[in-house]
């Protein structure tokens, strides 16, 4: 049987982060990028259309942040791998990062093709 890819859908508010991302993707084989957003709301709306097995997510984001839109996304799609992105360091992130319910949480210079791969 053939692999069926994974599916990635990128949150980030700014688009040269976004195109980073989508190129970082495309190094992997079969994986795609199914989605872009750059709010929380868009984040919902297109991994509702696209049900993406990867979510690289923004913590701030314009309207519901990356942390509420992370707990709404796997609320419906629970097998879904969502990652959250930010500048800060770990430990500055905001508490409730670490309850929402992603996989992880990776400083957006650190973001490699192989981190993706060991995070799915």
């Known amino acids: 049987m053939a692999d069926p890819g994974v599916d990635v ?3 980030d508010d700014q688009a040269p982060f976004r195109s980073v991302a989508r190129t970082l993707v495309s ?3 079969g994986w795609r990028v199914v989605g872009e957003a750059e709010s929380g709301e ?5 991994a509702d259309a696209a049900h ?6 923004d913590i701030n984001l314009p309207g519901i ?3 509420e839109a992370t707990r709404r996304i ?3 799609a629970p097998d879904t791998t969502v990652v959250l992105l930010s500048t800060y360091a770990a430990e500055d992130l905001p508490p409730d990062a670490r309850t929402c ?3 992880a949480y990776v400083r957006k210079d650190d973001l490699t093709p192989r981190l993706l791969r060991e995070l799915r």
């Open 9 to 11: 859908l990128i949150v």
């Open 27 to 29: 190094l992997l084989p």
């Open 42 to 46: 868009e984040a919902l709306a297109q």
């Open 52 to 57: 993406p097995g990867v979510v690289l997510m």
């Open 65 to 67: 942040n990356g942390i």
């Open 74 to 76: 796997l609320a419906r």
């Open 101 to 103: 319910g992603a996989r």
